[in-house]
T-cell receptor
């Protein structure tokens, strides 16, 4: 159990375009999903936390108008990088947790998707 | 402030045992997580401790002392595939994970 998928696994786009990344919990209902960014050889940086049906909570320094997060269902969250620029190139990773323990998973544990590599030219 | 400390890098020999330490300071505490991250991949969950003591799971064990704000991950019978970064993360009273920078473990034959 506790499988999280991400799509696409990698994307190359031109500067100024928008990119949407999907994160799905395949075998459990994720009450909370998290979006992280990781630059090479650096630690994970939490960008935002989203609960199903409500607005995402963004970390300080993360532009909510640039990184649009939608968590419309208990199994799907999307991150849209709007007007992407080369400095947005990074490894974007989502994670999901089931805080209600309804699925039998260990409460509060975050299960990570495989990540999406974004390269903006 | 909230803080996680763990060594930046460690080296060990195949077949040996290695202990990766982690100290934490958080506003409240709801558990300590260990994740493994291979280069270029996303983290995978290893363990969760919320009570004092040792949790054993195969070759990997995790220990927690809440009074000392201290945890360690113990890896036995090291294999080359254990070469990875090991991330320590503490959950605060708001159920937010505070992440350490990770310990890069290098296994030598």
């Amino acid at each position: 159990g506790a499988v999280v998928s991400q799509h696409p696994s990698w994307v190359i786009c031109k500067s100024g375009t928008s990119v949407k990344i999907e994160c799905r919990s395949l075998d459990f209902q994720a009450t909370t999903m998290f979006w992280y960014r990781q630059f090479p050889k650096q630690s994970l940086m939490l960008m935002a936390t989203s609960n199903e049906g409500s607005k995402a909570t963004y970390e300080q320094g993360v532009e909510k108008d640039k990184f649009l997060i939608n968590h419309a269902s208990l199994t799907l969250s999307t991150l849209t990088v709007t007007s992407a620029h080369p400095e947005d190139s990074s490894f974007y990773i989502c994670s999901a947790s089931d805080r209600g323990q309804a699925s039998g998973l260990m409460s509060e544990t975050q299960y990570f998707g495989p990540g999406t590599r974004l390269l903006v030219l | 402030g909230q803080n996680i400390d763990q060594p930046t890098e460690m080296t060990a020999t195949e077949g040996a045992i290695v202990q990766i330490n982690c100290t934490y300071q958080t506003s409240g505490f709801n558990g300590l997580f260990w994740y493994q991250q291979h280069a270029g991949e996303a983290p995978t969950f290893l363990s969760y401790n919320v009570l004092d003591g040792l949790e054993e799971k195969g070759r990997f064990s995790s220990f927690l002392s809440r009074s000392k704000g201290y945890s360690y991950l113990l890896l036995k019978e090291l294999q080359m595939k254990d070469s990875a970064s090991y991330l320590c993360a503490a959950m605060d009273s708001n159920y937010q994970l505070i992440w350490g920078a990770g310990t890069k473990l290098i296994i030598k034959p």
